[in-house]
């Protein structure tokens, strides 16, 4: 067996619950103690990587504009989160978690940069969460999820059908201030790392339902 396809040990220790209470205390701290300076020192702004804020490519993931932001990526996070990790095990997850949003932070950084706008301020776990949900389609290709708590969808026709949404969105430029192609990112690095460590083509699980 390829050591890239070595599997950890499983164990699950809830680490779901971890990250969802580091990216509220981060919250806490900039929007109830009046810390606001974290807000740079932790997002991902490629002017500032381009002098050497490397660490942002990680730390983006744990900052969130609003409370309506952070209230949807970690529902998200506890929703999809915890099934993936119970299947994948703690550390599996985990390296997936920051390996998705890592590098959609970095595709991000490529993205802006070629654009000619270093200046944009990227946060939130959007990219994670968006490589969080292909991870349960591809798992849970069967299970149902109410969207908006009424329309039942089938978890697969729910990630491509975000999917499709966030190019649409990109391309014609809707819902400006949404960074479509770091959750894009997320899919498309998640969809990697099914292909690289686990050598599942989620497309297998995903067109059969």
Known sequence: MSKIRQPFRY?????????????VLVFAVMNFLGVRGLTYLLSMIPALVM????????????????????LF????????GRYVESRMGSREFLLFYFVT???????????????????VILMGASGAIFAVEL?????????????WGILPLRAPVMVLGFTALELFSS??????????????AGFGFAWLYFLIRFGINPWDRLRLR
Do not use: C, E, Q
């Open 11 to 23: 164990r699950n220790d809830n680490t779901v619950f971890w990250l969802i209470g580091i990216n």
């Open 51 to 70: 002098r050497g804020w490397v660490w942002t490519f990680v730390t983006y993931m744990f900052v969130h504009g609003g409370i309506s932001h952070i």
């Open 73 to 80: 990526n970690m529902l998200a996070l506890f929703i999809f």
């Open 101 to 119: 949003g890592t590098l959609a932070g970095v595709f991000s950084f490529i993205m802006y940069m070629v654009t000619g706008t270093p200046g």
């Open 135 to 147: 991870a349960y389609a591809v798992f849970y290709p069967d299970s149902i999820i109410y969207l």
């Open 171 to 184: 391309v014609f430029g809707l819902r400006r201030g949404v960074a479509h192609l770091t959750h894009l």
